[in-house]
């Protein structure tokens, strides 16, 4: 039966926290030289960036600029608390090496080309919604050329929330029980999913951003599967799918052992 699968990108379809740690780790070795007299440490300055960060984005969202902006922050925080003057061309120097983060070409993760076009093989609708400003994130859908997968079932969303996904799936009008939301977040893919009553597939990063990590305790309407790859999405899928129309046949097997039955095997166990 035809599905309507709605994809994250960032770090489901394609890479994207390790770009950002690799420019965060560039902006923690320049901090130390530039407050080499100082005591102040790679924790110090990663968890204060990291602070700054979040905060903005709980009052801006998504936005690209906030990220060079919390390198020039947490600058400006060390310069005042611990009595150093601040110097125009080192901010400058912190927010190029900020933006630089939004110019490295960015790389599928394995197996996304081959799963996307078995899903399409296999009939399903598919949807990108992703979180970000249009710029940054239509850049990436145009290296990738994922529009040959989604058409124009494209979503932008600078806030990505249970408000934002609601919207999407006011959009599309689909049937709650044949929508599924596929994604690395738990705070911004699996959490707003649950609590609307679709489906969810939850495919952890192996590298995760704090910001993505909260606790679920929502109890599922529909399918919560766990799997740690984009290949075995097609398979999670099919198997859930037959396992709960077998269900709906009568078979005497509840809901939730169907869940997590479907979950382990997607896992490998
Ligand atoms: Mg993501």
Redesign the pocket.
Known sequence: MKQNLIF?????LSY?NKYFELVINKFIDQMLVYFKDYALTREEIRKKQLEIDLASIDQNGLTSHRFPDSFVQTYKHYCTSLGRGTVSAEMDFLCELGESVFKIKVEPLPSMYETLQQLVKEGHELYLYTGGDEENQCRKINQLELSTFFHHNIFISIHKDTKALKHVLDTIQADPKNTWMI???LRT?IKPALELGINAVHIPAALEWEY?IVDIDIEPTGAFLTIDSLEKLPGAIREYISTTRKEYNGAGITREFVTNAVAEEAKGF
């Not at 994250?8 to 489901?12: A, C, K, P, V, W």
């Open positions: 994250d990108l960032d770090d489901t994207c994604g690395n977040s893919d993505n």
